[in-house]
């Protein structure tokens, strides 16, 4: 299917607040580990296990494992569900999200919320380009200056200040909140899910605008 420029935008804005406001919540509930930039995860975990801190690798595991498990999860939904892609993928955030919710009535071993956490980051990192927004954004501005053309390095300072918004938003309400925080972002992914039911399911890349692009995962 054809995907909507001004759409695909909305629905990168909306899981790029969201998956700021679950990373700053996992950093502080987990204590230094984002659940959701798994490149600082991994230098998080080996400059503790460089400092002898063996006790971190155990949720550094669980952390990436998850996220991979997520991302890997969300692609076959998004291959079984194809034009609805975006909203089942939402759906299952929400969903995991909430299931690492009613697991913490039970149990609030970091490496068990961690891992449900990264699950559902990296199902929603499917729908969203995180990695690198700002190296992406300074390319974009090479390439501007070195060949004239026009690309569109705004759309990925856009981004990074989306992501950065909900890290604020997601640090404010866990400081209020402490961990009911989470069911903030259930219902943020909820009610996205519905309100982008018919959001276009290609790629995220703002260079294939107009163009019907493939599922992809970061």
């Not at 929400?94 to 068990?112: C, E, K, M, R, S």
């Not at 300074?138 to 390439?143: L, N, P």
């Not at 856009?158 to 997601?170: F, K, M, Q, R």
Request: proline share 2%; charged share 10%; glycine share 14%.
């Amino acid at each position: 299917m054809t995907a909507n420029p001004g759409t695909r935008r909305v629905v990168e804005t909306a899981v790029a607040v969201h998956v700021g406001f679950v990373d700053a919540f996992g950093f502080v509930l987990l204590g230094g580990f984002f659940v959701s930039s798994i490149n600082a995860t991994t230098t998080t975990a080996g400059v503790a296990l460089g400092g002898g801190t063996w006790g971190v690798l155990g949720l550094g595991a669980a952390i990436v494992g998850g996220f991979l498990v997520g991302v890997v999860t969300a692609a076959v939904v998004g291959h079984r569900w194809t034009r609805q892609r975006v909203s089942r993928v939402l759906f299952l955030v929400a969903g995991l999200l909430a299931a690492g919710g009613a697991i913490h009535w039970f149990t609030a071993a970091p490496v068990v919320i961690g891992f449900v956490l990264a699950l559902a980051m990296g199902a929603e990192n499917t729908l969203l380009e995180t990695g690198g927004l700002l190296v992406e954004t300074a390319q974009r501005i090479t390439d501007r200056l070195l060949t004239k053309e026009a690309h569109q390095w705004l759309h990925y300072l856009w981004l990074w200040g989306a992501v950065t918004l909900g890290a604020i938003l997601g640090a404010w309400a866990y400081r209020l909140l402490a961990f009911d925080s989470l069911w903030i972002a259930v219902g943020a992914a909820l009610l996205a899910g519905c309100v982008l039911g018919n959001a276009p399911a290609g790629g995220t890349d703002p260079r294939r605008d107009g163009e019907s692009c493939p599922d992809r995962t970061v």
